[in-house]
């Protein structure tokens, strides 16, 4: 997998400064979720997005999880990157339905979603990404 380190160095240098100037600009003391959310602003010091309206992030981390991956996979593969910038991974877990307890339920999942765990591993490999089986 290749990351583009020196921009995961920098943005975790710079962490400390971009939540000082969040803080600064809000005149209170800020939430956890908030100090990830403007640590991670496209336009450091850019002003406080309004609630409701679009923000532009620069992720250091990606998770996904098998559900909803396999849109945002195709949507990744359509942008035409050869590979992922950030660690990404897909975690095979919430396609499996539990009824009967895991010794049946997660070899019924593997067979009946097969095709989904089978395309995620194939672009994960194709495109750097870390991939979480079920039952991992």
Request: aromatic share 8%; glycine share 14%.
């Given at each position: 997998m290749i990351y583009?380190?020196?921009m995961i160095r920098t943005h975790y240098e710079t962490y400390g400064a971009r939540v000082k100037v969040a803080k600064a600009a809000m005149a209170r003391p800020l939430t956890l979720a908030e100090k990830i959310l403007f640590a991670h602003l496209y336009e450091p010091g850019s002003p406080e997005p309004a609630r409701g309206s679009y923000a532009c992030f620069r992720p250091d981390r990606v998770a996904m999880q098998d559900a909803t991956a396999q849109m945002a996979v195709l949507q990744f593969m359509n942008a035409g990157r050869d590979q992922v910038c950030a660690p990404t991974?897909?975690?095979?877990d919430h396609l499996i339905c539990a009824r009967k307890g895991a010794e049946t339920?997660?070899?019924?999942?593997?067979r009946v979603n097969s095709e989904v765990y089978g395309f995620l591993a194939a672009a994960a490999l194709r495109?750097?990404?870390?991939?979480?089986?079920?039952?991992?």
């Open positions: 583009d380190v020196d991974t897909v975690h095979c339920d997660l070899p019924e999942a593997c495109y750097g990404m870390g991939v979480w089986e079920s039952g991992a």
